[in-house]
C-alpha cells in the first residue's frame, strides 16, 4: 500500500487530485483494525511511497528539539522530530498513562509533542496558551499531570506560581529541548494500542468556568476520521488550511485526517482574521477550516479584493455559524456541480463538541440555499441523536429539548470526574448541553446552550436563536450577543449587545423596535434593551467563544 505524495510548494495552484489515497488504498486503511488517533503517523510514514515531499507547513518559524526552522516539514521529518522528543521525554521517566500537560502558543508544536507522547503510550494533555495559568494549573492538577512542557511566556508565568518543588516531575521549556545522549525509544515503541486506550485529555472552553476535562480514545476519536476513509475524497481534500486552536482535539483530528490521506497541510498559528486571509492568499487552499469567531473576523477584515478563488469548502468545527457570515464567505471561490465549475464556495456547518469526539451533523450552505436559522443538518449516518425533555423521554417534531447523542466516537467520560460524567447522560445518550429541535425533514436546528437560555416574564428566550434573528435582519451590524439580566420577579430582562460593522451608527431604539416585532411575529419573548458595545466589552473563552456567565457576573457587579 502506497501513498503517492507529489511536492507541493508553499504557494501554488491547487494540487492535483493524484496527491490522494486512491479508492483502494483508502478502504484498507478504513480496515485496518489497529489504526487510530494514537498511531496514525506511524501508519502513514510506514505506508508511504515518498516520505521526503513536504507535507505540512507553518505560517511562522517553530522549534523542533532545540533548533528553529521555516521550512515545510515532510513525513520524515515529522516522524524523526516525533521519535528524537519520545525518547527526549522517556529519557525523563515519562512512560505509558502518564498524563503530560503541553501549554504554549498556538504552533506547530503541539502536533509533534501529540505524536511524541501517544508514540510512548502517554496521555497528552493539550491546553490552549490562552487560557490564564492560574486556571491551567488548575486544569493540570485535576487531571493528574506528571509533568509539564510549556512556551517561554507560559512557563514562566507557571514558576510565578506555587507548584511545589515536588508537585511535577519537570517543567521544561519548550524550546531548551534538545536530545540527550543517553536519551533513546524505549522497548516495544511505538506503543499499541486498545481500542479504549486514552490518547489525548482535551479540555472544554471554558465558558462555565474552569475547563472541564475530556477524555479521547484511540479508537473511539477515531471513528468519524474512520468513516471518512470509507468515502471518496471529497472536493478539495487535496490543500487544508486550518486555523483552529492547535492544541484543540478538532486541531489534531483534521492534521490526521490530512496526514493519512496525503493532503496538503498548512497549520497557522494565530487565528484572526486578518493573519488567516493572508495566510490563505500564500498557501491557496482548497479548504479552510476554522472556529465561528474567525469567520466572524474574516468577515470584519473585509474579504472583497482579497485573494480566495482557490477555496471550495469552508468547514467551521465548534458551534454552528450564522447565516449573515455564511452568506459572506460563500460569494468568494469556487465549487463543482457535477464537472461543472460554480461560482461561490460551499460552507459545511454542524454542531460538535470536544465530547462528541466528531461533528455529529453536517449541512452543507451555498450562495442559493435558504433554510438557515441555526440549522444544522441531520446526524452523521453513524450518529443517533435526540431531543430529550428533562425525564429522558423523546419530545415531539418542533418542540425545544435536550440534545443527546449516541455514537461511537462519543467520549467516555470527563477524566478524573465520575460525578460530572454520569450527570452528562440521560436515557444512555450523552448530553451536548445544547437545546435543539427537529423538524418533520429530520434535521435539527441550535437554539441555544442549556446554561444560557433565559426565561422571562412571557416564556423562554433562546439567546442564539435570537441572535441569529437580529444578525440576519440588522445589515449594519457584526455580531451580538443576546444575554438575561435578572429581574426583581425571579426572570430575567433579555437584553442585546450589539457590534456595529466599520462605520455604520446603528440607532439602538430603532433596531429594539424592528426586532421586537419579528419576534412578535414569530410569537417569541420580546427584548428589554438593545445596548450598542465595543468587542473589548464582551469576554470571550480560550477558543473564541463568548463568555455569557463571565459577562454576567461582570454586569451584575457594575449594577
Known amino acids: 500500500m502506497t501513498i503517492n505524495i507529489t511536492a507541493q510548494p508553499p504557494a501554488t495552484a491547487a494540487a492535483s487530485p493524484s496527491t490522494l489515497l486512491d479508492a483502494a488504498q483508502r478502504y484498507r486503511l478504513k480496515l485496518d483494525p489497529a489504526l487510530g488517533a494514537g ?58 498513562r502518564d498524563p503530560v500537560a503541553v501549554y504554549g502558543s498556538n504552533g506547530i508544536h503541539y502536533l509533534l509533542h501529540y505524536v511524541a507522547l501517544t508514540g510512548l503510550g502517554a496521555i ?57 545522549v543517553d536519551d533513546a525509544l524505549p522497548a516495544g515503541y511505538p506503543f499499541r494500542h486498545d481500542h479504549l486506550d486514552p490518547v489525548m485529555i482535551t479540555h472544554s472552553s471554558g465558558t462555565t468556568g474552569v475547563p472541564k476535562p475530556v477524555l479521547l480514545q484511540h479508537g473511539k476519536w477515531f471513528h468519524g476520521i474512520r468513516h471518512l476513509l470509507d468515502l471518496a475524497p471529497a472536493q478539495g481534500a487535496e490543500r487544508y488550511l486550518s486555523s483552529l486552536p492547535v492544541s484543540h482535539n478538532a486541531a489534531i483530528a483534521y492534521s490526521m485526517h490530512a496526514i493519512l490521506c496525503g493532503a496538503a497541510l498548512m497549520i497557522v498559528s494565530r487565528a484572526d482574521g486578518a493573519a488567516v486571509l493572508d495566510s490563505i492568499e500564500r498557501f491557496e487552499p482548497s479548504t479552510v477550516v476554522s472556529f465561528p469567531s474567525t469567520y466572524v473576523e474574516m468577515v470584519a477584515t473585509g474579504l472583497d479584493g482579497r485573494r480566495l478563488e482557490s477555496v471550495n469548502n469552508w468547514i467551521n468545527s465548534g458551534d454552528a455559524a450564522h447565516e449573515a457570515h455564511i452568506r459572506e464567505l460563500v460569494r468568494h471561490g469556487h465549487h463543482y456541480r457535477g464537472k461543472q465549475k460554480v461560482q461561490g464556495s460551499q460552507f459545511i456547518d454542524g454542531l460538535g463538541s470536544s465530547e462528541m469526539g466528531h461533528s455529529s451533523f453536517r449541512a452543507l450552505y451555498t450562495a442559493g ?13 453513524w450518529v443517533e441523536a435526540r431531543v430529550l425533555a428533562d425525564d429522558g423521554s423523546e419530545l415531539p417534531v418542533g418542540e425545544v429539548g ?91 430582562q433579555p437584553v442585546a449587545f450589539v457590534f456595529p460593522r466599520a462605520g455604520a451608527a ?43 456567565q463571565a459577562l454576567r457576573e461582570r454586569l451584575a457587579q457594575a449594577a
Not at 369 to 381: A, I, L, Y
Not at 513 to 539: C, Y
Open 39 to 96: 498511531n496514525f503517523l506511524h501508519v502513514a510514514a510506514a505506508i508511504a511511497r515518498d516520505n521526503d515531499t513536504p507535507l505540512v507547513w507553518s505560517d511562522v518559524p517553530y522549534h523542533l528539539m532545540g533548533t528553529e526552522h521555516d521550512a515545510p516539514l515532510s513525513l520524515a521529518t515529522l516522524k524523526r522530530e516525533a521519535d528524537a522528543l519520545a525518547a527526549w521525554y522517556a529519557g525523563r521517566g515519562i512512560r505509558a
Open 124 to 180: 497528552p494533555v493539550l491546553t490552549n496558551g490562552n487560557m490564564q495559568p492560574a486556571v491551567a494549573l488548575r486544569h493540570f492538577r485535576r487531571v493528574g499531570a506528571v509533568a509539564i512542557a510549556a512556551d517561554a511566556a507560559q512557563h514562566a508565568a507557571l514558576l510565578a506560581l506555587d507548584t511545589g518543588a515536588d508537585e511535577f516531575r519537570f517543567v521544561a521549556r519548550c524550546d531548551e529541548i534538545s536530545a540527550g
Open 369 to 381: 440555499d435558504q433554510n438557515f436559522d441555526r440549522c444544522v443538518g441531520r446526524p452523521q449516518e
Open 402 to 492: 435536550k440534545l443527546g447523542i449516541r455514537s461511537p466516537s462519543v467520549t467516555s467520560g470527563y477524566w478524573n470526574d465520575s460525578v460530572l460524567t454520569y450527570r452528562s447522560q440521560l436515557g444512555g445518550y450523552w448530553l451536548t448541553g445544547d437545546l435543539v429541535y427537529r423538524d418533520s425533514m429530520g434535521c435539527f436546528y441550535h437554539v441555544d446552550r442549556i446554561s444560557d437560555a433565559i426565561r422571562t416574564a412571557d416564556g423562554m428566550l433562546y439567546s442564539l436563536q435570537t441572535e441569529e434573528l437580529i444578525l440576519k435582519n440588522e445589515a449594519e451590524l457584526l455580531d451580538c450577543t443576546v444575554l438575561g439580566l435578572p429581574g426583581a420577579d425571579g426572570t430575567a
Open 506 to 548: 446603528p440607532d439602538c431604539t430603532a433596531m429594539l423596535a424592528r426586532v421586537n416585532a419579528e419576534q412578535a411575529r414569530r410569537q417569541r419573548p420580546r427584548l428589554a434593551d438593545v445596548r450598542l458595545v465595543a468587542a473589548d466589552d464582551i469576554p470571550v473563552g480560550v477558543t473564541g467563544k463568548v463568555m455569557k
